[in-house]
């Protein structure tokens, strides 16, 4: 087990805190000694083994707590949340160290974290859960490219999936005063239903002729890529307030101006995902 808080124990030295256990196991001192360098050696903690806790940064610490772990050779990994106490920087690198080592060890490990983007690029498989109930189970990508309802859909991905509510029209569902075409087939699953949520992800928007008006309320450039910030067109102050940001991906280099108003419409009809607004379930 590898806890969020780390739990070494002060007193002791890095190299006794990751060999207690197989010493309360009565592991001979040699033996012992061999894995906690081994381990140390995994880790880089080599020249850290005589410090006590106290004397390493956040980010070693979680390293011996891991190495702690390491030592028993289990068959499985249990890692709660063990980068939430690191800043943001050091929770990157050391992120890719643990899937670097998770290769090399090739032991099972269960990970926990509220962190989607730790979940989509560490794990094989991932489970979404909600309230304690299971919602979807499935590879990274796949939770992407295909989430099972609604709270998947706007969990996973960064910035989240734009989920908008329309009117189910001839042809589609209207967003505003314009129609995000949806295929008959994925429309007569509604069975009935006045009104769906359609999901387009940011990057699968492009600025066009006709779209999804939208005002522009904040563009961030980052370089490569930047950020459109926005709120249906045509609503009143209190009712923008109140309504859902839309976000799109747009170039940095010709990004529009804030107080503008653009058209949004997705790239490729395959893009858009459908929800009944009911049962909250995929529909496309």
């Known amino acids: ?94 992120r890719t160290q643990i899937a670097a080592l998770q290769t090399r060890l090739g032991v099972t490990t269960v990970y926990v974290t509220h962190d989607q983007v730790e979940a989509m690029t560490m794990g094989d498989r991932v489970a979404v859960m909600k309230d304690g109930l299971l919602q979807q189970v499935d590879s990274p990508l796949s939770l992407y490219d295909a989430p099972t309802n609604l709270f998947v859909a706007g969990f996973i991905g960064s910035p989240a999936m734009n989920l908008l509510t329309g009117n189910v029209v001839e042809g589609g569902v209207k967003v505003g005063d314009y129609i995000v075409p949806v295929p008959r087939e994925t429309l007569a699953k509604a069975a009935g239903e006045k009104t769906l949520v359609v999901g387009i992800r940011p990057e699968n928007f492009q600025l066009a002729e006709a779209g999804i008006g939208v005002d522009v309320d904040v563009v961030e450039e980052l370089g490569a890529d930047g950020f459109v910030y926005g709120t249906l067109s045509g609503l009143s102050p209190e009712q923008k307030l109140a309504a859902q940001q839309i976000v799109a991906r747009v170039s940095a280099r010709t990004p529009p101006h804030r107080g503008t108003a653009v058209k949004l419409a997705a790239k490729n009809p395959e893009t858009v995902h459908v929800f009944s607004e009911k049962t909250q379930a995929r529909l496309s």
């Open 1 to 94: 087990m590898v806890f969020q808080n780390y739990a070494l124990y002060p007193h002791m030295t890095v190299a006794d805190n990751m060999g207690f256990a197989l010493k309360m196991a009565g592991v001979p001192k040699a033996e012992r000694d061999a894995r906690v360098l081994e381990a140390a050696n995994l880790l880089g903690l080599e020249s850290f083994l005589a410090r006590k806790p106290k004397a390493l940064s956040g980010g070693q610490r979680q390293r011996v707590a891991m190495g702690r772990a390491i030592v028993r050779s289990p068959q499985v990994f249990l890692m709660d949340e063990p980068l939430s106490n690191l800043d943001a920087k050091l929770r990157v690198s050391t």
